[in-house]
């Protein structure tokens, strides 16, 4: 107990220490924001004092200057930029109307997120799940605008009729939210829909919005709308009202060379803020602007962000890699649960401390899963149970992996790595939000421990999992006289006792004692602490489910087809042919690697095989020529 109380009291004061890294010591309406607004801050969202990051950012979009906040995930940023645009809207002289067409413009890319698996159904499913997600955005705006109800908020987020979107567009929409691919499509084909007037782009998640090909949508946009201070007006598109004073503003939590093309070509003089940025700290001054020649900008963001640049991530962020045998994967995941789960119950209801109650609310805690392939309706019900539930565990694909923004995620388990650092820092993003605590872990196969190097171009250094501690927490059944020995993870009998388990589990000839104690197991496993996510290519829990083993093979087969995939460099670290398939067959708990299957992984390789020595054929002949 006493413990626990100092584990509590160390808790809070790392807690409202954070809390003072992550507010600012002021109020909204000292950064200069109309007071019905700072009410509706406070009384709609809870919001009673401002980020660092909005204290920086509102002023200076208040002042009219081009912006460019980089900030870590979970700061604020949404706010940052809808509050002062909210503020300057409502001050014209002459209320705003309908027919005064949009005048704010949100880019934002809050959900959509490539997946290696199912990467080509959930592009097909874009729309729809980016409806679900984004609407986080378009809900703060009309929450703000309560009470300014001559601002009109409006969304083209796809999932949705397109004459639907058309009649919305020629009612008359303020501030649009929109994704590039359907604001193209309007801006060439819908007529109605005036933007003559607009004064605000505003390029949300641009990382991502380019990292995704959207770079010559976005382009094509910039030229449609006459950005920057319209020197410029594009050619036989529409052009903007030249009265009307251009302001962009550009946010991402990560910053590469496509991120600052984009700045370089839509921003004018910007405004930098960043928090705990080690390239701002050179600089005297808080902000710094720029204010030579635009091209100038894209020259010093080069020297800046290299392609190795330092991501940002919560400081309080605890970050941790596991090693593992890819045949051990997934007990020593389920081990890990219960040890989060026991630690987390033990700490936040210290009165519960016997096994049986600390397994009953175990039992309670719900498991669910997300990926893009799912209809919108029940992506909706896991997004919203996810985020009501006292105790959960989410198991996702990278559908939501960016923007989402669930409260109180204790812990991100990375049982499939990331691709790029930018997916790592994403991923590990929906935690430790706002000062909150968070720990994240990743799982590495030994083969695989070069990603870390990766990681760490980019400033991100995770600490080993201390993986033998807690395996000496677990029984050692026959292997008692072994107490002080090192056990090791393959021979643990803790492991191996789960890994049988499953297997039989999964197995057809199942009794149904047998498929009872399997059941047991793994609920004794599941976590109970609350809110746990766990990544993974293959989404699918393999329990609870009828037609268990093929759910397994399949996730298999997925999986090692999500392997070949990785991309660039990555190629080097991740390469299948290191793959055991007997082991990562282990890993969904399969007792054999399943035939059929790697008959068509076996096609595929050979086909890359062909691919690469076409490649190499091709590039002699050029080099023969020249
Ligand atoms: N001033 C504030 N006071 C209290 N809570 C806030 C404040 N500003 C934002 N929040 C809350 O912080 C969380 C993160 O905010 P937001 O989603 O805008 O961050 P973000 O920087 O855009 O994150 P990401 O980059 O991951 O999308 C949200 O739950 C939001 O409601």
């Not at 592009?123 to 984004?134: H, I, L, Q, R, Y």
């Not at 839509?266 to 635009?294: A, C, R, T, W, Y």
């Not at 605890?318 to 026991?342: A, M, N, T």
């Not at 297997?503 to 047991?520: C, M, N």
Request: charged share 25%.
């Amino acid at each position: 107990m006493e413990q626990n109380n100092k584990n509590n009291g160390r808790r809070l004061k790392a807690e409202s220490k954070n809390s003072s890294e992550v507010f600012a010591s002021c109020s909204f309406s000292s950064l200069g924001l109309h007071p019905t607004l700072c009410d509706q801050l406070k009384e709609r969202l809870g919001f009673e004092v401002p980020t660092q990051v909005q204290a920086q950012a509102i002023p200076v979009v208040l002042s009219g200057r081009h912006v460019l906040v980089n900030a870590a995930t979970g700061t604020g940023k949404t706010v940052a930029y809808l509050a002062p645009i909210i503020h300057l809207l409502q001050e014209y002289d002459q209320r705003i109307q309908r027919t005064d067409g949009t005048l704010g413009l949100a880019q934002i890319f809050r959900a959509f997120v490539w997946n290696m698996i199912w990467s080509r159904r959930e592009f097909e499913n874009f729309e729809a799940v980016f409806t679900a997600w984004s609407s986080k955005v378009y809900e703060i705006l009309q929450k703000l605008l309560h009470r300014f109800h001559w601002i009109v908020p409006g969304y083209i987020m796809g999932g949705e009729n397109r004459s639907k979107e058309k009649a919305r567009l020629r009612k008359g929409v303020s501030i649009l939210v929109a994704t590039p691919g359907h604001l193209l499509d309007h801006l060439k084909n819908t007529s109605s829909f005036l933007h003559t007037n607009l004064r605000w782009i505003i390029f949300d998640e641009a990382d991502r919005i380019l990292e995704l090909g959207y770079g010559k949508d976005i382009e094509e946009i910039i030229n449609c709308l006459g950005t920057r201070n319209d020197k410029s007006v594009s050619k036989g598109t529409s052009a903007g009202n030249p009265k009307v004073q251009k302001q962009n503003l550009l946010l991402s939590a990560t910053l590469n060379d496509k991120v600052n093309h984009l700045a370089n070509i839509s921003l004018e003089n910007p405004v930098m803020i960043g928090l705990d940025d080690k390239m701002l700290q050179n600089v005297s001054h808080k902000h710094f602007s720029l204010e030579s020649d635009v091209l100038d900008v894209a020259e010093e963001s080069r020297k800046m962000f290299s392609s190795n640049e330092e991501y940002k991530l919560p400081a309080q962020l605890v970050q941790k890699y596991i090693k593992v045998p890819c045949g051990s994967r997934l007990v020593v995941l389920l081990s890990i649960l219960k040890d989060l789960f026991e630690k987390e119950a033990s700490q936040k209801w210290s009165t519960l401390q016997s096994e049986t109650e600390l397994r009953q609310i175990f039992l309670r805690c719900k498991t669910l899963r997300l990926h893009g392939n799912m209809n919108h309706e029940d992506r909706k019900t896991t997004f919203q149970m996810f985020k009501t539930e006292k105790s959960a565990l989410l198991l996702s694909t990278d559908v939501s992996a960016r923007g989402l923004d669930f409260p109180k995620v204790r812990c991100i388990i990375q049982y499939d790595s990331p691709g790029e650092a930018t997916e790592y820092v994403h991923r590990v993003g929906r935690t430790a939000r706002l000062g909150e605590r968070g720990d994240s872990v990743l799982f590495l196969q030994p083969v695989e421990v070069d990603y870390l190097k990766d990681l760490e171009k980019h400033g991100v250094t995770l600490t080993e999992y201390p993986l033998q501690k807690l395996l000496s927490s677990f029984p050692l059944f026959r292997l008692k006289h072994q107490v002080n020995k090192f056990v090791s993870i393959e021979m643990h009998p803790w492991l191996v006792a789960l890994q049988r388990a499953l297997e039989s589990f999964v197995s057809a000839e199942l009794g149904i004692k047998h498929r009872q104690r399997t059941i047991e197991v793994v609920s004794m496993i599941k976590s109970q602490t609350p809110y746990y996510l766990v990544w993974g290519r293959s989404f699918r829990p393999v329990y609870y489910q009828p037609k268990v083993k093929k759910l397994a093979k399949d996730a298999f087969s997925s999986w090692v087809r999500a392997y070949t995939a990785h991309r660039g460099e990555l190629k080097r670290i991740f390469m299948v042919k290191k793959l055991h398939l007997g082991h990562v067959a282990k890993s969904f708990a399969l007792k054999e690697q399943p035939s059929i299957v790697n008959k068509s992984i076996q096609k595929h390789l050979k086909k890359r095989k062909r691919d690469d020595k076409q490649k190499v054929k091709s590039k002699k002949r050029v080099i023969s020529k020249s």
